[in-house]
């Protein structure tokens, strides 16, 4: 282990291991799969373990173990000292380099995408620029896994909200991912070349919209942290996920869902890291004449749906766990619902 990957790791490792687990009961991951190894603490404790050399990270039973995190944050939340749990376990998957994250690091250096796929063929026949001010980047959950229809829907909406077409971004193999996948497996260098890269890619507009809320993060959140104001970074525009950008033009979809009944659930990207909680629900209330109705946690206390973090990789069958709890409190509440609305992909997809 470098000197800079153990000083990385030394702090929150340690703040973690010698905590009485406040934060246990926050975790959906532990919650859904019922086991003490999964729980923050436990997790973290592995890595404190690992850095001083009493357990290899690389052990079979070590890697399952870090990567069973979603990346919700909900410990984080709940923790006073605000540790970066997710983070820490992040770049020690670097360290413990599964032959999965081996694999995905290698075709994601050859074709910027864990899985070799090209996302601009889905884009075929969709307009298209570099210079176009406003400009849509669907992500690798809306192309890869909903397809042309999903991504047709959310262009007739954005051309709606700005009254005219908004082209979709000129991605192409090599640099077409938010890097998401490579950042969950801590591979920071891999996510670094790639921002570059997709900073050339939307040198020329001033705001791209994301359906992702975790692609909205990379691109604001996480290049801020790795980049800063150097290297190139100074070049990209404003990045915000789709909710956020029709909800400033809400009025032009006032009754398109008139009386439809909705119950919100707040994406972890979205809301518990991007603090957005009131453009989907002010977005919902006017197309549906009505307020949404809220789980019975929402906001910063919603309970994740299992969708991030590589989690389904890991674990298809936890994350379904997580979204099948997360579904079955729908009905709770003094009100029914027709239908449950998010603002995420991988959570709907799940």
């Given at each position: 282990?470098?000197?800079?990957?153990?000083?990385?790791?030394?702090?929150?490792?340690?703040?973690c291991?010698?905590?009485?687990?406040?934060?246990?009961?926050?975790?959906?991951?532990?919650?859904?799969?019922?086991?003490?190894t999964?729980?923050?603490w436990?997790?973290?404790?592995?890595?404190?373990?690992?850095?001083?050399?009493?357990?290899?990270?690389?052990?079979?039973?070590?890697?399952?173990?870090?990567?069973?995190?979603?990346?919700?944050?909900?410990c984080?939340?709940?923790?006073?000292?605000?540790n970066?749990?997710?983070?820490?376990?992040?770049?020690?998957?670097?360290?413990?380099?599964?032959?999965?994250?081996?694999?995905?690091?290698?075709?994601?250096?050859?074709?910027?995408?864990?899985?070799?796929?090209?996302?601009?063929?889905?884009?075929?026949?969709f307009?298209?620029?570099?210079?176009?001010?406003?400009?849509?980047?669907?992500?690798?959950?809306?192309?890869?896994?909903d397809?042309?229809?999903?991504?047709?829907?959310?262009?007739?909406?954005?051309?709606?909200?700005?009254?005219?077409?908004?082209?979709?971004?000129?991605?192409r193999?090599?640099?077409?991912?938010?890097?998401?996948p490579?950042?969950?497996?801590?591979?920071?260098?891999?996510v670094?070349?790639?921002?570059?890269?997709?900073?050339?890619?939307?040198?020329?507009?001033?705001?791209?919209?994301?359906?992702?809320?975790?692609?909205?993060?990379?691109?604001?959140?996480?290049?801020?942290?790795?980049?800063?104001?150097?290297?190139?970074?100074?070049?990209?525009?404003?990045?915000?996920?789709?909710?956020?950008?029709?909800?400033?033009?809400?009025?032009?979809?006032?009754?398109?869902?008139?009386?439809?009944?909705?119950?919100?659930?707040?994406?972890?990207?979205?809301?518990?890291?991007?603090?957005?909680?009131?453009?989907?629900?002010?977005?919902?209330?006017?197309?549906?004449?009505?307020?949404?109705?809220?789980?019975?946690?929402?906001?910063?206390?919603?309970?994740?749906?299992?969708?991030?973090?590589?989690?389904?990789?890991?674990?298809?069958?936890?994350?379904?766990?997580?979204?099948?709890?997360?579904?079955s409190?729908?009905?709770?509440?003094?009100?029914?619902?027709?239908?449950?609305?998010?603002?995420?992909?991988?959570a709907?997809?799940?």
């Open positions: 282990m470098s000197h800079d990957a153990d000083a990385a790791l030394a702090r929150p490792a340690t703040l291991a010698f905590c009485p687990k406040m934060c246990r009961s926050a975790c959906p991951v532990s919650e859904a799969e019922k086991r003490e999964v729980t923050p436990a997790k973290m404790s592995l890595v404190h373990l690992g850095r001083s050399g009493q357990v290899a990270l690389s052990q079979q039973g070590a890697q399952k173990a870090l990567e069973a995190c979603t990346g919700c944050g909900a984080t939340e709940q923790c006073a000292h605000g970066p749990v997710t983070e820490t376990l992040f770049s020690a998957r670097a360290l413990a380099e599964t032959p999965r994250s081996r694999a995905y690091a290698e075709a994601f250096k050859k074709t910027g995408d864990v899985k070799e796929r090209d996302h601009a063929r889905v884009a075929d026949g307009l298209k620029s570099r210079a176009a001010s406003v400009a849509y980047f669907p992500g690798c959950a809306r192309s890869g896994h397809g042309r229809a999903a991504i047709e829907k959310d262009l007739r909406a954005l051309g709606l909200a700005f009254g005219h077409d908004v082209p979709v971004t000129d991605h193999v090599g640099a077409q991912c938010c890097g998401y490579v950042y969950a497996d801590g591979n920071v260098d891999l670094e070349e790639n921002l570059l890269k997709m900073a050339e890619v939307f040198a020329g507009h001033e705001l791209v919209v994301t359906p992702d809320p975790g692609c909205a993060y990379l691109f604001t959140t996480v290049r801020e942290a790795l980049l800063g104001r150097s290297r190139g970074a100074r070049s990209f525009p404003q990045v915000v996920p789709l909710v956020e950008a029709l909800a400033t033009r809400a009025d032009r979809f006032a009754g398109a869902a008139r009386d439809v009944v909705v119950r919100y659930h707040d994406p972890c990207y979205l809301a518990r890291r991007g603090r957005t909680f009131d453009a989907p629900r002010r977005l919902l209330g006017v197309a549906t004449g009505r307020p949404p109705l809220e789980f019975v946690r929402h906001h910063d206390d919603a309970d994740c749906a299992g969708g991030g973090g590589l989690y389904p990789v890991s674990n298809p069958e936890g994350s379904k766990e997580m979204a099948r709890r997360r579904a409190v729908a009905g709770q509440g003094p009100a029914p619902c027709d239908v449950v609305v998010t603002a995420c992909p991988s709907r997809r799940n």
